[in-house]
């Protein structure tokens, strides 16, 4: 069974319209949540680690909160560089970390 | 503070032969683990390693074998390729207490 989705599986955004990306879990016991960027062909890149429902965290135009059992990454007025993958992932007690299939994000100018 | 780094960057081979992937971890992480990501969707676990032993694997075959070295830098051995390991494979890096891990730029394997 999926332990990690994420929604929308696309987002076109216009320049400076306001969105939220969603990633949801299924198994308890999670030990932490992760937001990665990731450009096409390329490693991902940190962005945040939540650890606690409530936990919010912020960075220029992303911010991202967690409740029990799903993470919203928040994008306010974005960029056309802003435009890549965003994969979450979720780490649970006796597990490893389990990844998203990402959302793919397009910002037009 | 040097990243994560991996070695080629990118790789051809042909169904059946061997194949040795390489990855540095960044300064002062001491686990390693090894993801493989298929075009168009997220990376899937498939070992763990911490002080040069696997410490955790996913759902992959025997064939998919790795090594960490007192450095630890890391080796992620596949053999006997099949066309479905043509893949993005990605090696990520972090301290043994601490949860976060950070990737390398990935090597890119194409079987043909």
């Known amino acids: 069974e999926d332990q990690v989705t994420q929604s929308p599986e696309a987002l076109r955004l216009q320049e400076g319209e306001s969105s939220s990306l969603n990633c949801s879990y299924t198994?308890?016991?999670?030990?932490?949540l992760f937001w990665y960027r990731q450009d096409p062909g390329k490693g991902p890149e940190f962005l945040f680690t939540?650890?606690?429902a409530g936990e919010e965290k912020e960075k220029e135009r992303l911010k991202a909160t967690l409740t029990k059992k799903e993470s919203f990454l928040h994008i306010t007025a974005p960029k056309p560089e802003d435009s890549a993958t965003y994969l979450c992932?979720?780490?649970?007690?006796?597990?490893?970390?389990?990844f998203g299939p990402g959302t793919r994000l397009s910002v037009l100018p | 503070e040097t990243g994560v780094t991996q070695s080629p960057t990118h790789l051809i081979k042909t169904r059946g032969q061997q194949v040795t992937l390489r990855c540095s971890s960044q300064?002062?992480?001491?686990?390693v683990s090894w993801y493989q990501q298929a075009l168009g969707q997220g990376p899937q676990f498939i070992f763990q390693?911490?002080?040069?032993?696997?410490?955790g694997r996913g759902n992959f075959p025997p064939r998919f074998s790795g090594l960490q070295f007192p450095n630890y830098s890391s080796e992620l051995n596949v053999n006997a390729l099949e066309l479905d390991d043509s893949a993005l494979y990605l090696c990520?890096?972090?301290?043994?207490?601490?949860?976060?891990?950070?990737f390398g730029p990935g090597t890119r394997l194409l079987v043909l």
């Open positions: 990520a890096s972090r301290v043994k207490e601490e949860e976060t891990q950070y």
């Open positions: 198994v308890s016991g999670l030990r932490g």
């Open positions: 939540l650890y606690s």
């Open positions: 992932a979720v780490s649970f007690y006796g597990q490893n970390f389990v």
């Open positions: 300064s002062g992480h001491n686990t």
């Open positions: 390693y911490y002080r040069e032993e696997e410490n």
